[in-house]
């Protein structure tokens, strides 16, 4: 029975007389029900017509299944129609949701990284529902360059002479290597070839740009004879790149920047700089560990620069490359740039974030990625002893939850071994038992909630970092965590 067709579906329905399969509604009756009058008000005939089908078709198949095909209790209009609404909802629900951000990484690359701040919002609504000039120079009346939406303000912020911008930063150095080091050699330590999210290397992005990767010194240490050794007719710059995702300690030997830059010039050769997850301020300024500024490259001798927008520097998705004005002007008639370049939706936020650094004053407040990063350790404390009650009552008396000490982390790339001081709620299995299957359950239930909760299982307890549980977020937490009782 199992494998029948859809005619066999039918003689079984006239086999049971007045059975189930029998008394099942029509597609057009359903379709003509009042029941479904608001479904095709809100989803369209075309649609409503599909789910009733679905649905019509998945109970026939279960019934037949399961032997079920003369059951008394058969779904009329109404019913049918309700299932369909189901279907509809499930099938129109975005795949893009928002989640929970309880890992303790701000910087989450798998949930969106940066969270824009409001000014950058404004911006892109406006962007996104109006006429722009994107490529329309307001002055002359003629086309204008998309990456004047920009390039001032990132001069302006990093003492470069040029700046443009393309969708990521692994394009920056796609395109920086394809226009100045095609079927030439690039000279790199080999400590410095990393590996970020994704399993992009490199190496792997030498290769698809036509250069040569040229590997000079050992894993843990580096020298300048090593770098010098490489030079010949061959080469086309020296590269340097910022391990921001993994740190190397110990017996170690770096060539820093300075005498790097001082070197390639010397040969007539530019020396560039991926720094990653780049920033445009000094964080030790706010309390948080230092990380090479983009400004600090560029007076050190940098002649590219390449890093990302949605990273330390809070904004959109995108690649910067700033430096150099001739190598600049190089790369912007390069066939690869059109390929890379940036969007509207990506200048217009982009532009706005870089305004906001030109007051370095009110970025804790203004920048949510800033915000986070140094939200008080009191508050953040302060917020799980709130929100504790209510989770504990969705959690279920299975469980046992306390208020705990934690370490977050910045993430994507930024800072690997530095952890910032934070407070969350820790998960147990009550009386001492050991967690195992229930955590994952509950771990996996809480990501089923109409707002997906997102935190970690580690040690035998499921962590729940609250660093990113702000004001609004909070109120919206313990709501759901209510009705999820």
């Known amino acids: 029975m199992s494998g029948a067709t859809t005619d066999s579906v039918g003689r079984v329905g006239e086999r049971s007389g007045r059975g189930g399969l029998a008394r099942l509604p029509s597609v ?16 369209g005939r075309t649609r409503v017509l599909e789910a009733i089908r679905q649905t019509l078709t998945a109970w026939r198949d279960a019934a037949v299944l399961t032997h079920a095909s003369s059951l008394d209790e058969v779904p009329d209009e109404a019913a049918v129609a309700s299932m369909a609404k189901t279907w509809l ?27 824009l701040p409001e000014a950058a ?9 109006q006429a722009v000039n994107l490529e329309f120079n307001l002055s002359t009346g003629k086309r204008g360059d998309r990456d004047d939406v920009v390039a001032e303000l990132l001069c302006e912020l990093t003492g470069a002479q040029a700046a443009t911008v393309v969708n990521n930063n692994a394009a920056a150095v796609l395109l920086m290597l394809s226009g100045l080091a095609a079927r030439k050699d690039v000279v790199v330590s080999r400590g410095e070839l990393v590996e970020i999210g994704g399993s992009f290397r490199i190496p792997d992005i030498m290769r698809s740009a036509g250069a040569r990767l040229r590997e000079v010194g050992t894993t843990n240490r580096t020298h300048r004879s090593d770098y010098e050794a490489a030079i010949d007719s061959r080469t086309a710059l020296l590269m340097k790149v910022h391990c921001s995702n993994y740190a190397i300690s110990g017996f170690t030997k770096a060539v820093e920047l300075p005498e790097l830059s001082a070197l390639a010039h010397s040969h007539g050769l530019p020396a560039v700089v991926d720094l990653g997850s780049g920033t445009l301020a000094d964080l030790a300024q706010w309390g948080l560990p230092h990380e090479p500024t983009v400004r600090e490259a560029i007076e050190a001798g940098a002649d590219l620069v390449t890093f990302s927008g949605d990273k330390l520097l809070g904004g959109p998705q995108a690649g910067l490359i700033v430096g150099r004005g001739d190598l600049v ?19 217009a936020a982009l532009e706005a974030v870089l305004r906001l650094y030109r007051a370095p004053e009110f970025l804790p407040e203004k920048l949510t990625t800033l915000r986070l990063l140094t939200r008080p350790v009191s508050a953040i404390q302060t917020c799980a002893e709130r929100v504790a009650p209510a989770f504990r009552l969705a959690a279920g008396e299975v469980f046992a939850v306390t208020v705990e000490p934690m370490q977050s982390q910045i993430g994507s790339g930024a800072l690997p071994v530095d952890r910032l001081p934070s407070y969350g709620l820790v998960v147990r299995r009550a009386g001492g038992k050991r967690g195992g ?24 307890a499921l962590r729940l970092d609250l660093r990113c549980l702000e004001a609004a977020d909070e109120a919206a937490f313990v709501r759901q965590c209510v009705e999820m009782t």
């Open 121 to 129: 919002v404004r911006e892109l609504v406006e962007a996104m529902t």
């Open 89 to 115: 909802e499930k099938e129109s629900a975005s795949r893009l949701r928002p989640v929970f951000n309880l890992t303790g990484t701000v910087l989450h690359t798998n949930l969106g990284r940066a969270l």
């Open 329 to 347: 002007a190089k790369l912007k008639k390069h066939p690869l740039k059109r390929a890379l370049r940036a969007g509207k939706l990506t200048l």
């Open 437 to 460: 299957r229930a955590l994952m359950l509950l771990e996996e239930r809480l990501r089923s909630w109409p707002r997906p909760v997102i935190g970690r299982i580690a040690d035998d």
């Open 28 to 43: 057009e009756r359903v379709l003509t029900a009042p029941a479904a009058a608001p479904l095709i008000n809100t989803y």
